[in-house]
């Protein structure tokens, strides 16, 4: 999923990391779980319980962020109350304005349990059999490649990553790439975040969607073509940039003897492709039926959905038990995401609560009418990319824009915005130094996430033309 980079301060003992941890993953769950049963059950007394819990977790998240989190989350904050002061706002106020996004924190507590199947079932082991198979030169191993980790990012979101950076490392020597480090980051960084356009558990298309209220299924096609599309571009551009004028390179040598047999390998995929539909359907019906959001819908059905395919696999106790132990261990170390998106909501509630939304929507209004719809949009993308720059969390970013633009005062169709903000944030998933890609990535790699970016980018340009021409024929 998304992560915040930061590392946190250095315990003074083990023993208070441990301690600390567990209250503060105590204090996590209760938040999340009060919340949900207010929003779900219409528990209107427990709204308080879930803004003052809210509230509680920003103040111990801060001394366990980053200081890049630390320094966002005290800015969001003082803008907040800033707004509150002058409009006068009463000090319960102050409180009830936290925790409006505990559900996209609930989502980042439980999404990581779809990795577990994956890794219980050994599908690993197939994506590095196809990828070792014979394959006719360095564009067809790209097309796996980005293909693979766009199946992978399709539902385990940030997971795929390093599980494609593993499969690969065995492999990419057996081609002459120019770079095989740089290939493997760009591709598999491709490959996932082309998903985030239309997947559920990206989390940007939950948040784009509330925002906007509009329905998952009204913008799936769409999006979906976008995806697809970006693969082709992909493709496209690897053959101009890496292969155009170069002899042609010689194919792979023979798979090596103890590789696994192509054809299991392939039905073996199959099956998560499988689970990767019905998950989908799931959602896009539940969604439609339920009217609870497509983010709140994505966190009720993670853990049963992954635990039905460790069922199926025969390894629900396993499940069970891998389940447990990643979220007593996720928990305590989600201090960044917790203090920055709890901050953010608690300056977005401040914005509503004190007018401040209508003044900032003037000025959006302006900039509409000074560079016309079409440029308007075409802006958005740079918009978001400057945020990330300076720090800003994609998702963050995303929130803040979608919460701030009225398309029905703008004159703009609400589904074309909503895709333009879904555009606009795979961008900075592409290229923003801070946004969980590039910082896991740098993690895994040991290279500077600027270097990587800067790998990305002739990529990214074809994907941001893609988004121009769907902006401008829209």
Same mark, same amino acid.
């Given at each position: 999923?998304?992560?915040?980079?930061?590392?946190?301060?250095?315990?003074?003992?083990?023993?208070?990391?441990?301690?600390?941890?567990?209250?503060?993953?105590?204090?996590?769950?209760?938040?999340?779980?009060?919340?949900? $049963?207010?929003?779900?059950?219409?528990?209107?007394?427990?709204?308080?319980?879930?803004?003052?819990?809210?509230?509680?977790?920003?103040?111990?998240?801060?001394?366990?962020?980053?200081?890049?989190?630390?320094?966002?989350?005290?800015?969001?904050?003082?803008?907040?109350?800033?707004?509150?002061?002058?409009?006068?706002?009463?000090?319960?106020?102050?409180?009830?304005?936290?925790?409006?996004?505990?559900?996209?924190?609930?989502?980042?507590?439980?999404?990581?349990?779809?990795?577990?199947?994956?890794?219980?079932?050994?599908?690993?082991?197939?994506?590095?059999?196809?990828?070792?198979?014979?394959?006719?030169?360095?564009?067809?191993?790209?097309?796996?490649?980005?293909?693979?980790?766009?199946?992978?990012?399709?539902?385990?979101?940030?997971?795929?990553?390093?599980?494609?950076?593993?499969?690969?490392?065995?492999?990419?020597?057996?081609?002459?790439?120019?770079?095989?480090?740089?290939?493997?980051?760009?591709?598999?960084?491709?490959?996932?975040?082309?998903?985030?356009?239309?997947?559920?558990?990206?989390?940007?298309?939950?948040?784009?969607?509330?925002?906007?209220?509009?329905?998952?299924?009204?913008?799936?096609?769409?999006?979906?073509?976008?995806?697809?599309?970006?693969?082709?571009?992909?493709?496209?551009?690897?053959?101009?940039?890496?292969?155009?004028?170069?002899?042609?390179?010689?194919?792979?040598?023979?798979?090596?003897?103890?590789?696994?047999?192509?054809?299991?390998?392939?039905?073996?995929?199959?099956?998560?492709?499988?689970?990767?539909?019905?998950?989908?359907?799931?959602?896009?019906? $539940?969604?439609?039926?339920?009217?609870?959001?497509?983010?709140?819908?994505?966190?009720?059905?993670?853990?049963?959905?992954?635990?039905?395919?460790?069922?199926?696999?025969?390894?629900?106790?396993?499940?069970?038990?891998?389940?447990?132990?990643?979220?007593?261990?996720?928990?305590?170390?989600?201090?960044?995401?917790?203090?920055?998106?709890?901050?953010?909501?608690?300056?977005?509630?401040?914005?509503?609560?004190?007018?401040?939304?209508?003044?900032?929507?003037?000025?959006?209004?302006?900039?509409?009418?000074?560079?016309?719809?079409?440029?308007?949009?075409?802006?958005?993308?740079?918009?978001?990319?400057?945020?990330?720059?300076?720090?800003?969390?994609?998702?963050?970013?995303?929130?803040? $824009?979608?919460?701030?633009?009225?398309?029905?005062?703008?004159?703009?169709?609400?589904?074309?915005?909503?895709?333009?903000?879904?555009?606009?944030?795979?961008?900075?998933?592409?290229?923003?130094?801070?946004?969980?890609?590039?910082?896991?990535?740098?993690?895994?790699?040991?290279?500077?996430?600027?270097?990587?970016?800067?790998?990305?980018?002739?990529?990214?340009?074809?994907?941001?033309?893609?988004?121009?021409?769907?902006?401008?024929?829209?």
């Amino acid at each position: 999923m998304a992560f915040i980079p930061g590392r946190p301060a250095a315990p003074a003992s083990g023993a208070v990391t441990t301690a600390g941890g567990a209250w503060r993953a105590v204090l996590y769950l209760s938040a999340i779980v009060i919340f949900l $049963l207010a929003k779900l059950a219409h528990l209107q007394p427990l709204e308080p319980v879930a803004s003052a819990l809210a509230l509680v977790s920003i103040v111990v998240s801060l001394p366990g962020c980053g200081p890049v989190a630390r320094t966002l989350t005290v800015l969001f904050l003082a803008g907040g109350c800033a707004m509150l002061w002058r409009a006068g706002a009463p000090w319960p106020r102050y409180v009830l304005a936290h925790g409006s996004m505990l559900y996209l924190l609930a989502l980042f507590a439980v999404l990581p349990v779809l990795s577990i199947p994956v890794q219980l079932g050994h599908y690993s082991r197939s994506i590095e059999a196809v990828l070792r198979a014979r394959i006719s030169g360095v564009f067809q191993l790209n097309c796996l490649v980005t293909v693979l980790a766009f199946l992978c990012g399709s539902f385990m979101s940030l997971a795929a990553v390093p599980i494609m950076l593993a499969s690969m490392a065995p492999v990419v020597k057996n081609y002459p790439l120019r770079d095989p480090m740089r290939f493997s980051t760009v591709s598999a960084t491709y490959g996932y975040v082309l998903p985030i356009l239309w997947t559920p558990v990206s989390g940007v298309v939950g948040v784009v969607l509330q925002s906007l209220r509009l329905e998952w299924t009204a913008l799936l096609p769409l999006l979906m073509a976008m995806s697809v599309a970006g693969l082709l571009i992909n493709w496209a551009l690897f053959w101009l940039i890496e292969l155009r004028g170069s002899a042609p390179a010689p194919a792979a040598a023979d798979p090596p003897a103890d590789a696994r047999p192509l054809g299991p390998a392939l039905r073996h995929l199959a099956q998560m492709l499988l689970a990767i539909v019905l998950m989908v359907t799931a959602i896009g019906v $539940l969604d439609h039926a339920l009217h609870i959001g497509m983010l709140t819908v994505v966190t009720l059905l993670a853990i049963p959905f992954a635990l039905a395919w460790s069922m199926a696999l025969g390894n629900g106790a396993d499940f069970v038990r891998a389940a447990t132990q990643q979220l007593a261990s996720r928990l305590p170390r989600m201090a960044d995401q917790f203090a920055i998106f709890l901050a953010a909501g608690f300056f977005v509630s401040a914005m509503h609560l004190s007018g401040v939304d209508h003044a900032v929507n003037l000025a959006f209004v302006q900039l509409h009418n000074a560079l016309g719809s079409r440029l308007f949009l075409l802006a958005m993308p740079l918009m978001a990319l400057a945020a990330a720059i300076l720090g800003v969390h994609p998702l963050v970013a995303i929130a803040l $824009l979608g919460e701030s633009l009225k398309p029905e005062v703008l004159g703009i169709d609400v589904k074309l915005l909503a895709v333009t903000l879904i555009g606009s944030s795979v961008l900075t998933y592409m290229l923003g130094p801070f946004s969980g890609t590039l910082g896991l990535m740098q993690s895994l790699t040991r290279i500077s996430s600027y270097r990587l970016a800067l790998w990305n980018l002739p990529y990214a340009l074809g994907y941001v033309a893609l988004l121009a021409v769907v902006i401008l024929l829209y």
